[in-house]
């Protein structure tokens, strides 16, 4: 019953900036915590920033200070904020709950960064 539909992404340049969004049906946001994951092509899955349900915030090193995750409870959406943005970064991102069990995957969206 819970869906996850991420949308944001596209094409970039290094150097600028994105926002994606993450809009949640079938729960309540404001007492979960979500978390933001990518997934380059042949690799893992890896998250890389949180959101508990208390608004603290956890970054993945290779993101910290670049990306902002926040969260709009009204609006039942996760957000994050990209910045400086690098090849490397370059992946489908996805939300999904963290500390606790995962709800079904979305699509997620493509963010590619050109160089």
């Known amino acids: 019953q819970v869906q996850l539909v991420e949308s944001g992404g596209g094409l970039v340049q290094p150097g600028g900036s994105l926002r994606l969004s993450c809009a949640v049906s079938g729960t309540i946001l404001s007492i979960y915590a979500m978390g933001w994951y990518r997934q380059a092509p042949g690799k893992q899955r890896e998250l890389v920033a949180h959101i508990t349900d208390g608004g603290r915030t956890f970054y993945a090193e290779s993101v910290k200070g670049r990306f902002t995750i926040s969260r709009d409870n009204a609006k039942k959406t996760v957000y994050l904020q990209m910045n400086s943005l690098e090849p490397e970064d370059t992946a489908v991102y996805y939300c999904?709950?963290?500390?606790?069990?995962?709800?079904?995957w979305g699509q997620g969206t493509q963010v590619t960064v050109s160089s």
């Open positions: 999904n709950r963290v500390l606790s069990s995962s709800y079904p």
